[in-house]
Each structure stands twice: as C-alpha cells, then as structure tokens.
C-alpha cells in the first residue's frame, strides 16, 4: 500500500490541511499507517500535480495562510479503484523490540525490561486516545446504533483494530516483564 492511499482515505472525511491531517493522521490512521509530516507534506504535492487532489487557499489573519485540500473526482475514482483490488501480503511484524526481547539472554536484560515497559506504557496511551474517539464517534450510542446510522462504517471498524493492537501491547508487555522481572529478582534465573 502506498501512502497517498492512505492520505486518500483520511480526506474521505473531508477537506482538510496538511498540519490536519498530519495532526489527525494520528488519531484517524494511526492505528494502521504510520506517515512523518514531512512525508505527508511531499505526498500531497504529489497527488495534487497528479489531480488526485485539489487544494485551496485560506486566507488567515495573524497567521500564514492555509491550503485545504480535498478529494477530486479523479481522487474518488482512485480510492474506489485501491478498494477493489485485492490486499497484498498481509503485513510482516518488524519491531526491533523482538530483536533485543530475542537477544536478552545474552544482552542486557534490564535495559530490555524498560524498553518492554515503555512499549506498555505507549500503548496504554494510545489505547486511551482511541477509546476516547470511541467516545466521540459513539455520542452516546451503542455500537448496533452506530453502524446502523453511521454513514461510514470504515472508521471505526479501523478504529475497533487499532484498539485491538494496543490490548495485545498490552497484554503481551504485562506478561514479558512478569517473566524478565523474574529473572532480574534476586534468586531469578540469570
């Protein structure tokens, strides 16, 4: 998959700048693509010299000036066509904290318990973050409601994913430093 799909995908929920949607890639997108502003910045030049996307100028006082951008025709026709393909290869796992986790016999156990702690910690957070935009996208409904009101189901159902990722964080990481602080304790296993 490439980037500009996943700018695609964050503009289907309307007009928005650079700095928003790289602020909201985050809370959007986050749970399934990761971008650096400076990635974004360069992609929607892109899009927009190819067509894919139209941006225009507000004009701000006290402030510089902003672009929007927002979804052509030939970008709407782009994401349905992305849709009907089939996925490619399911994503491998690349995490370099499963690298040290693999080498911590032979390395620097403790070091490995805070990077294990902080992945816990990090995902706690995020897991916070989305089921605060749970929240927001529920108002008060059940899920039931929701999907049968919603005038988008895609959101959410990503959403219910990246929340599902940060529980097995979670999980996982709780589970690690019980057996690492076990071999840290005096009397562990060295």
Do not use: C
Not at 7 to 34: C, I, P, Q, R
């Amino acid at each position: 998959m490439a980037l500009r799909n996943a700018v695609m995908a964050a503009l289907l929920e309307g007009e928005a700048s650079g700095y928003d949607l790289a602020k909201g890639f985050d809370a959007s997108v986050a749970n399934f693509w990761t971008a650096t502003p400076q990635q974004l910045y360069r992609e929607l030049e892109r899009m927009a010299g190819e067509g894919l996307i139209a941006a225009r100028v507000v004009e701000q006082e006290r402030r510089p000036n902003k672009r929007l951008f927002s979804l052509t025709e030939a970008g709407l026709e782009a994401v349905r066509a992305y849709v009907a393909e089939p996925p490619g290869r399911p994503t491998a796992i690349r995490d370099e904290l499963m690298v040290k986790v693999q080498s911590a016999d032979v390395g620097d156990l403790a070091a490995v318990r805070t990077a294990i702690a902080a992945r816990v910690e990090r995902a706690g957070a995020k897991l916070a973050r989305y089921e605060r935009l749970q929240e927001r996208l529920l108002d008060g409904r059940t899920e039931e409601e929701h999907f049968a009101r919603a005038e988008r189901v895609g959101p959410y159902l990503t959403l219910l994913r990246g929340m599902a990722f940060e529980r097995e964080n979670i999980r996982w990481g709780e589970t690690a430093l019980r057996i690492v602080e076990g071999r840290l304790a005096p009397g562990g296993r060295p």
